[in-house]
């Protein structure tokens, strides 16, 4: 499998064992060296390209390529593999002619005859087979097809403008609702902060029974049907459920029972001793 020269640190492709084939230095050896690659598809690290071409264009000094490069003509890697490198930008290239679509045709096969006939052209160009024959025979289609090649490349340019401007209003509209949305949870924490404090504020003070200030403020309760036991109505819920009904009940159950004034919740408490005097241990000073 082909990878891409990138990693999620995005410096690219780091094999210590990758040496430029001029200066024969390695990524062991120069753990920041820079390889780029030629027009040639032939990879060279940035100390040799900046020596061999700084005096301008020159040919390429990999032994039986005599192809004439310029110091400009140097490009950073996509992909790992060069043979992959080299058909991704063949591709590219024949793109910008070969643009005809599927309604430039009268019927299927015409335009299955074309889509074979680049996928040959770009066979061949990159395994130079033919090339003579095959750069010939795009500058032929090019010529040809001209007014329809034009009116094509400018109808891609439109529709990519459009798609840009399209994902441009998502992005907008996605971040307005992401506002949005957040502004209102804020709103509401805060009703709900303050719903809070409010009661709270009514229960601790207030002479009324906490059963009539939670109708009175609208708390309402209903019954679970998965747990026997009372809970907050989710509409109310503002996260003092429990406390409420706690104190519900207590209100309730100090309604209903008869006040004692003699009896105390402290009179059964027998784990002490009562003594007649009590001695300080701790002489005042």
């Known amino acids: 499998m082909t990878s891409r020269l990138t990693t999620p640190n995005?410096?690219?492709?780091?094999?210590?064992?990758?040496?430029c084939p001029v200066c024969r230095n390695t990524r062991?050896?120069?753990?920041?060296?820079?390889?780029?690659v030629s027009e040639c598809y032939h990879k060279m690290c940035q100390s040799c390209i900046d020596r061999l071409f700084a005096n301008g264009a020159t040919e390429c000094p990999i032994p039986g390529c005599k192809k004439t490069l310029r110091k400009i003509s140097f490009v950073e890697p996509t992909f790992e593999d060069l043979s992959v490198e080299k058909e991704v930008r063949i591709r590219k290239k024949l793109a910008q002619q070969f643009n005809k679509r599927r309604e430039d045709f009268n019927a299927p096969k015409e335009y299955n005859d074309y889509l074979e006939m680049v996928e040959k052209l770009v066979w061949n160009l990159n395994n130079d087979i033919d090339l003579e024959k095959t750069k010939a025979r795009i500058e032929s289609f090019a010529t040809?097809?001209?007014?329809i090649i034009a009116k094509n490349a400018k109808k891609q340019f439109e529709e990519e403008e459009w798609a840009s401007r399209v994902q441009d209003n998502e992005r907008k509209k996605k971040k307005k609702n992401f506002?949005?949305?957040?502004?209102?949870?804020?709103?509401?924490?805060?009703?709900?902060?303050?719903?809070?404090?409010?009661?709270?504020?009514?229960?601790?003070?207030?002479t009324e029974s906490a059963k009539s200030i939670l109708e009175k403020k609208g708390v309402a309760r209903k019954k679970s049907n998965t747990r026997n036991k009372d809970s907050l109505d989710d509409d109310n819920n503002d996260g003092i459920g429990e406390l409420l009904i706690g104190l519900d009940?207590?209100?309730q159950e100090e309604e209903t029972k008869e006040f004692d004034p003699i009896a105390s919740e402290y009179m059964d408490i027998d784990h002490y001793t009562l003594k007649d005097k009590y001695y300080d241990t701790y002489p005042c000073i």
């Open 28 to 36: 062991y050896l120069t753990p920041n060296m820079r390889l780029l």
């Open 249 to 251: 009940k207590v209100s």
């Open 179 to 206: 506002e949005e949305y957040t502004n209102k949870l804020a709103e509401e924490k805060k009703a709900k902060e303050a719903h809070k404090a409010e009661v709270i504020e009514l229960l601790a003070n207030s």
């Open 144 to 147: 040809e097809n001209r007014e």
């Open 10 to 19: 995005g410096k690219g492709f780091q094999d210590p064992d990758e040496e």
